[in-house]
């Protein structure tokens, strides 16, 4: 094979310029239109450049006797037939079958130390650009096997379809097709990731005498029983964390069986808890609660968070907390992924910090929570998962999500060391 770089005025001169030089043995691998002719860039034309390549035997002759200007011998060349069409003249199915499969052989190995030719280097560089993008093609397609079954086990999980495409547009671009095909090393990588998305509510490292943390949220979510679970760990205490003065106060005292629910657990306890129904009486209690306790737990009444009106006046009695109180959105992990974002939107006026994620323990499929906080860059403060006090209950840690995941293959010890987790820290007062 000879491979040649032309050029003429009109795509038929070209080709008969070729054909010349090279006999009609010759594949057009791309043409395009370029500027010839002129002097020092001024009054070029419009013409055309053919590459390719011969086949024919006789080429190095024909360019020997053409440079002499001496006809080769009648006997000694095929003599071309007319064509109507050049194009279709100059390409051979068979032949061009052949060569494509030689150059494509050629493309995708080092070339000899000879092979250095200007014409051969161009049209190797152009298929390897064309395998490339071929290549690049069948990935951004999700055509690859451990593209499909990552997306697979992320929509298992329910997480949402922008999430999940922020997730495989990442794989496209830090993994080539080769690393793609180790679906360990990728999902572990996607884990990680994952990981990231999760943000952790921080306490601050000083706190101001009293503590006061209120749960707000939907009905239903578990509020109360937290708040008991709360007042467990922190005003009882347990091996890594040392007890502090608690207090509880609830303003949901006239839901059916609230009160009788948060008296039993006060008594189990031995931590004081009291009843308001206003603002003023809210904050006459802080006001008494701040000279004996270390932390003010606040209950509140479960509202709907369609219901604007009644969201309002919550908002109104809480005021009386004062700017420092931490408020957190309380929410069940079972919560419909329609209703996921609603539920943060509404609550926005409340200020809330956080938020704590109960039931735990009452669903399977969690993509849709880590979707829509990392989406409306929310933290989380605690897990519940159960309704035992004061065992099912922990501050939030990125391994309890990992391995609640379905469908990964999850190393234990190297998220945990990834994603480390202090929980003796201690409460620090001003």
Known sequence: MEYFIEQALSYTECLNKIRMKYGDKVTILSHKTVRIGGFLGLFTKEGVELTGFSSNPYSKTLNTLNSADTPPPATDLPKPAPEANPVIATRKPTNFEEEKKKVLAVATQQPPPAA??????????????????????????????????????????????????????????????????????????????????????????????????????????????????????????????????????TIDAFRIGAKAQLEAYSKIMGLPVSYVEDYDDLKKTIAVYSEEAD???????????????????????????????????????????????????????????????????????????????????????????????????QSATVVRFLINLEGFHVNRTRIENLFPHDEAKQIQWK
């Open 295 to 393: 932390m003010l737990l606040i209950d509140t009444i479960g509202k709907s968070p369609r219901d604007s009106a009644q969201l309002g006046e919550m908002k109104q009695l809480l005021d009386a907390c004062g700017p420092s109180a931490e408020v957190h959105l309380t929410m069940a992990a079972s919560t419909k992924s329609s209703d996921i974002k609603e539920i943060l939107r509404q609550f926005e006026p409340f200020a809330y910090r956080s938020v704590v994620i109960t039931k735990l323990d009452e669903t399977i499929h969690i993509g849709n929570i880590i979707s829509a906080l990392f989406e409306q860059r929310k933290s989380i403060s605690y897990i519940t998962d159960g309704q035992k006090v004061p065992n099912n209950i």
């Open 116 to 249: 250095h030719d200007p014409t051969l280097q161009q049209v190797l560089s152009e298929v390897r650009n064309l395998k490339e993008r071929i290549d690049a093609s069948a990935v951004k397609n999700d055509e690859h096997a451990t593209l499909k079954r990552i997306k697979d086990t992320l929509v298992l999980n329910d997480f949402s379809l922008s999430y999940r495409n922020l997730i495989l547009d990442r794989i496209k671009k830090e993994f080539s097709l080769e690393a793609l095909n180790s679906y360990d090393t990728v999902q572990d990588k996607v884990l990680e990731w994952i990981g990231q998305s999760i943000t952790l509510y921080q306490e601050e490292e000083f706190q101001k005498r009293p503590r006061i943390l209120v749960l707000v949220g939907p009905t239903g979510v578990g509020k109360t029983t937290t708040i008991a679970k709360l007042a467990a760990i922190y005003g009882i205490g347990n091996s890594v964390r040392r007890p502090v003065a608690v207090r509880m106060i």
